[in-house]
């Protein structure tokens, strides 16, 4: 059974770096045709997709966060990483990751249990 | 962007209901739909994908269909442990949208 877990900080001051990692364990990360996703959740609000990055290293991202947003991966840690500069409150969110099967069918199948964000001083 | 725009916003039903939520996409994006039921303080769990496939071990009671822009979630009959939030998602472009929820209540 594949699980996900994010870890990381969960104050940020306003203009810092977020930085959240995700823990994929019961499967490797490297294994299967998936991408792994990073996906927030204001208080109270929808679902917004960050971006996601393939095994091979390769990332796509949403235009509205993409000059602040890296994503990377650490297969032999079996994870992988988000960071989101210059954030401002309206970045406060819980924030999940998850497992992508866009070779599989598609959506989103495994997700973490998601982290609360919250950017303030 | 492809915009998901989901129908209604808030649904009231009773157990034993059937119930259906719309989603409707503002271009095509052929069968490259998912659905998922949110509760508080959870993670969404993956209930549909390519619009209308039912992800092992989601209960028959849930069934989507549609294709282009328009699509369906149906509830057969509901049980009360199915009172929540559902969102839609297109993964037909590398911007993954979702809708905005349609929140199922208790009447």
């Known amino acids: 059974q594949v699980q996900l877990q994010e870890s990381g900080p969960g104050l940020v001051n306003p203009s810092q770096t977020l930085s959240l990692t995700c823990t994929v364990s019961?499967?490797?990360?490297?294994?299967?045709?998936?991408?792994w996703s990073w996906i927030r959740q204001p208080a109270g609000k929808g679902l917004e997709w960050i971006g996601h990055?393939?095994?091979?290293?390769?990332?796509n991202y949403n235009p509205s966060l993409k000059s602040r947003v890296t994503i990377s991966v650490d297969t032999s840690k079996n994870q992988f990483s988000l960071k989101l500069s210059s954030v401002t409150a309206a970045d406060t969110a819980v924030y999940y990751c998850?497992?992508?099967?866009?070779?599989?069918?598609?959506?989103?199948?495994?997700w973490g249990q998601g982290t609360l964000v919250t950017v303030s001083s | 962007d492809i915009q998901m725009t989901q129908s209604p916003s808030t649904l009231s039903a009773s157990v034993g209901d059937r119930v259906t939520i719309t989603c409707r996409a503002s271009?095509?994006?052929?069968?490259?739909l998912a659905w998922y039921q949110q509760k508080p303080g959870k993670a969404p769990k993956f209930l549909i994908y390519?619009?209308?496939i039912l992800e092992s071990g989601v209960p028959a009671r849930f069934s989507g269909s549609g294709s282009g822009t328009e699509f369906t979630l149906t509830i057969s009959s509901l049980q009360p442990d199915d009172f929540a939030t559902y969102y839609c998602?297109?993964?037909?472009?590398?911007?993954?949208?979702f809708g905005q929820g349609t929140k199922l209540e208790i009447k």
């Open positions: 998850a497992r992508d099967l866009v070779s599989s069918g598609g959506g989103f199948d495994y």
């Open positions: 019961g499967g490797s990360i490297s294994s299967g045709s998936y991408h």
């Open positions: 990055i393939y095994t091979s290293g390769g990332t």
């Open positions: 271009q095509s994006i052929s069968s490259w």
């Open positions: 390519k619009a209308s």
């Open positions: 998602q297109q993964y037909k472009s590398y911007l993954y949208t």
